[in-house]
């Protein structure tokens, strides 16, 4: 079995809880493996460890001040930020949680996580009625929202003598999820991959327009993950929407727009992820300036279609994902959508429930393969299910 911990770095940021001493053994058994371990730790974690301990078994100095810097940069939080493959914060707790998930930065673990692009996984151990803390609750959801891995904890006896969800995930799990995480980060290296996002908006006048409710919320966290693994990523969108940088953005506004741009780029990529809600119709005649309501009573709107960007593109040779937005037969309709715009993959999802699909922050999707593969998700943080999308792209982009 392939080595995936071989030569990685890891940065592994140990906070004050019980179960810090837990990480000895996490960072003994990566060593083992090959991986160069660089150990970050609070005051509050030293009261559980030793700093000994740990540069004893990763034969690095244990980092834990922001200013007793031993880096080339002689700046370490910025130097590990940049340079690990992965940072793990085990255990993390409810202070470290709220720490980074609103932006503070005032010890050597919160400010190098800061200051990373690379992925994250945090492993929360504390008390139960603390996990179950409204606040903790809240910023857990937004880190996850941000991108964050959580390695929920599990339930079970807990150092208060109290049962309940607080226990620091076991020491497997872990290192599986550090494994995981470390074996798709450049999983997509060198592939180029389009992603429309949003909904186009199709002009009545200069200032009116036929729209639709998608926020490109979808389409953008597709763009960030296949970004993270390592893919060049094109972003057609609609959307003002934040996006990282290394993701090249084109906005646009109409389903025409959307469509010469991806007409122009679509020869030069291995797979296209049509995110986009595409407005199907617009209308026959555009005015110029602000039609003024005066004197009209009715007005009569024609509506013309609008390409289908899919079919356009049916030969392309690159792979083809589709989504499928419905309120009714969603399969027979996904399917559906599958063979007539041979498409390699459809992403079907119900926009007739407000928990999820447009403008939510959550989604829950079908996805079926031209193979005939089905991979129902949970209701999930988008960027969550932006993740399973792409880990189904995988088993068929080569
Ligand atoms: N699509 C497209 N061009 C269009 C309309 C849709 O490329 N003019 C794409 C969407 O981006 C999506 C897929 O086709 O990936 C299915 O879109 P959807 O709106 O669910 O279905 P339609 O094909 O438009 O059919 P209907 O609206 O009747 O369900």
Same mark, same amino acid.
């Given at each position: ?81 940049? %340079? ?119 002009? /009545? ?19 960030? /993950? ?13 959307? %003002? ?125 079908? /996805? ?31």
């Amino acid at each position: 079995m392939k080595n995936i911990l071989k030569n990685k770095k890891i940065a592994l940021c140990v906070c004050g809880s019980i179960s810090a001493y837990k990480s000895v053994d996490l960072a003994s058994k990566w060593v083992q493996q090959g991986a160069d371990v660089k150990v970050l730790m609070t005051k509050s974690a030293q009261k559980f460890v030793g700093k000994a301990t740990f540069e004893g078994i990763t034969h690095n100095k244990v980092v834990d001040d922001l200013w007793n810097n031993e880096s080339d940069l002689n700046i370490d939080h910025l130097d590990i930020a940049k %340079n690990s493959d992965l940072l793990i914060v085990s255990p993390i707790t409810a202070n470290m949680i709220s720490k980074i998930a609103h932006g503070v930065s005032d010890d050597i673990i919160s400010t190098t996580l800061l200051a990373t692009e690379k992925p994250i996984i945090i492993a929360p151990a504390m008390d139960g009625n603390m996990y179950d803390h409204f606040a903790v609750k809240k910023n857990i959801e937004l880190l996850k929202k941000n991108g964050v891995i959580v390695l929920e904890p599990e339930s079970g006896y807990l150092a208060s003598g109290l049962t309940g969800k607080g226990r620091l995930r076991n020491q497997e799990e872990i290192t599986a999820e550090v494994e995981r995480v470390l074996s798709i980060a450049d999983d997509l290296k060198g592939k180029n991959i389009l992603i429309s996002a949003g909904g186009t908006r199709e002009p /009545i006048d200069s200032v009116r327009f036929i729209g639709n409710r998608s926020s490109g919320k979808m389409g953008h966290s597709l763009a960030e /993950i296949c970004s993270q693994r390592g893919a060049n990523v094109t972003l057609v969108t609609t959307s %003002n929407l934040f996006v990282p940088n290394g993701i090249k953005k084109i906005s646009v506004s109409t389903a025409e727009e959307m469509k010469v741009e991806i007409i122009n780029l679509i020869d030069s990529m291995d797979c296209i992820i049509m995110a986009a809600a595409v407005a199907d119709f617009k209308p026959e005649i555009f005015n110029e300036g602000k039609v003024k309501k005066d004197g009209i009573e009715k007005m009569e709107l024609n509506l013309v279609k609008n390409d289908d960007i899919l079919n356009l593109i049916k030969d392309s040779k690159c792979i083809k994902i589709g989504f499928a937005a419905e309120t009714s037969n969603h399969d027979e309709f996904g399917v559906n959508k599958l063979n007539s715009k041979d498409l390699d993959m459809i992403v079907i999802n119900d926009v007739s429930n407000s928990q999820i699909g447009f403008e939510s922050d959550y989604n829950q999707v079908k /996805i079926i393969t031209k193979k005939g593969d089905i991979f129902k998700s949970d209701i999930e943080n988008k960027k969550i299910i932006a993740s399973n999308i792409i880990d189904k792209l995988k088993t068929i982009i080569n």
